[in-house]
């Protein structure tokens, strides 16, 4: 399976570049594999530079995981993380899925010195 970079999955999302946006549904149809990090890069572009807040960052994640041709790392990961990052939007969603990775390989408590992601259940501020 070939795997998506942040750019193209960004192309795809925004729709905003037709001639790119033709490119990267061509080289994405029949399944690309998106990466946490091209995930967690994707959301903060969106974030930042297309203003999306963190309801519509939480709704992206979902229609991601549910896409026809993305194929998430992980996918119960992220799902756990989309859970958290609902229930804590002003967290950060690469904090929740942190976390989640985190747990997912047994390696909790996260040690952290952000004082919201620090009160979460597997995480310990320091």
């Known amino acids: 399976m070939r795997a998506a970079d942040t750019n193209v999955v960004v192309r795809v ?7 790119q946006l033709r490119q990267a549904e061509a080289f994405i149809a029949g399944g690309a594999w998106v990466s946490h990090l091209v995930l967690a890069e994707a959301l903060w572009v969106l974030s930042t530079a297309y203003r999306l807040d963190p309801s519509d960052a939480a709704d992206t994640i979902e229609m991601m995981l549910n896409h026809r041709d ?3 790392e992980d996918p119960p990961a992220v ?5 958290r990052f609902r229930a804590h939007p002003g967290l950060g969603f690469s904090d929740c899925l942190i976390l989640e990775i985190a747990r997912k390989a047994g390696h909790v408590p996260l040690g952290t010195f952000d004082r919201t992601l620090g009160k979460l259940d597997g995480a310990q501020r320091l």
Not at 13 to 19: G, S
Not at 79 to 83: D, T, W
Request: no cysteine.
């Open 70 to 72: 993305f194929v998430l």
């Open 79 to 83: 799902a756990a993380a989309l859970i």
């Open 13 to 19: 999302l925004t729709r905003d570049e037709p001639t």
